[in-house]
């Protein structure tokens, strides 16, 4: 690993945890790379090849460009397209009391012994959220697909900062033996928060039909290539002007047999002419006039 610097002062307080791979990009952080997450990992590929196979594909696509380098497209993105100082807030970001106490969080997920599933995000898509949402100052933010609160913190740290805004977010039931979801959540953070229990294709919609508009929504459940689509297209009727639609797994093949074809993401955004940009395995799009005429805009 590179230690001048530059290079130290492009890492995030997620690779300050033991629980993290953070630059390999892949989901579940360091749990995965232990003899027990090996061991399940392991006994998923017997059961499922395909999915296998999907994830040695992901992770040849994520060895393509260096998080370093998608760290600092990400800066530089943030800062032309929203007119701030994405280095200054990324400085505030790292140095932060949350992100000391979330390292922490997730070394106690780390040395959690019960029952917990594989899927926690990677750094720098967290890093993409806390920068999106200091820069955009979002009054209400939607996220489907919560897990243990790793994004979910992110985007409750970042509205704190602001002083404002509120995170409406779904997922579904877990197992009561496993961590809650608001593991990750530090208790300070949570009274901007609304969790709802519950499957996004029933409560996507109502909690929706609540808001006469959100600013930004952030997908992370299930990543099939038809439930991408339909959250992305339930959302985006109530995106505002300005508003950002984000997704983690941009970069995966949805099967075996769409292995050659774009990930949903990348067609919906350019289906519905909105401006997007991949980092990593996260994606951000901008709504634009161009979008709400039906033109279409390249990525950018």
Known sequence: MDDSPTAASLRSCDNQSSNDLGDAGLPGG???SGPRAALRLAGKAVRHPGRAVLRLLLRARLARTGVAVDRMRLVSWVSERFGVDAAALQAEYRDSDFCREYA???RKLWEFTGPQRLGTSDALSHEALYLVVRATRPRVVVETGVLYGSASAHILAALARNGEGELFSIDLPRDPQEPAHDFLVPAELRKRWTFV?????????????RQSEIDLFHHDSLHTSQHM???FQTAFRRLGPQGVLSSHDVRIAH???????????????????????TF????LALRTL???LGLVAPAF
């Open 280 to 283: 990593h395995n996260s994606g």
């Open 30 to 32: 360091r749990a995965q």
């Open 197 to 209: 229990e519950g499957d996004s294709r029933r409560e996507l919609p109502a909690l929706l039909e």
């Open 229 to 231: 689509t339909w959250e």
């Open 290 to 292: 161009v979008s709400a």
């Open 104 to 106: 922490s969080g997730r």
């Open 255 to 277: 099967s075996v047999r769409e292995i050659f074809r774009p990930n949903a993401f990348q067609t919906f955004c350019e289906r519905h002419g909105l401006r997007w940009r």
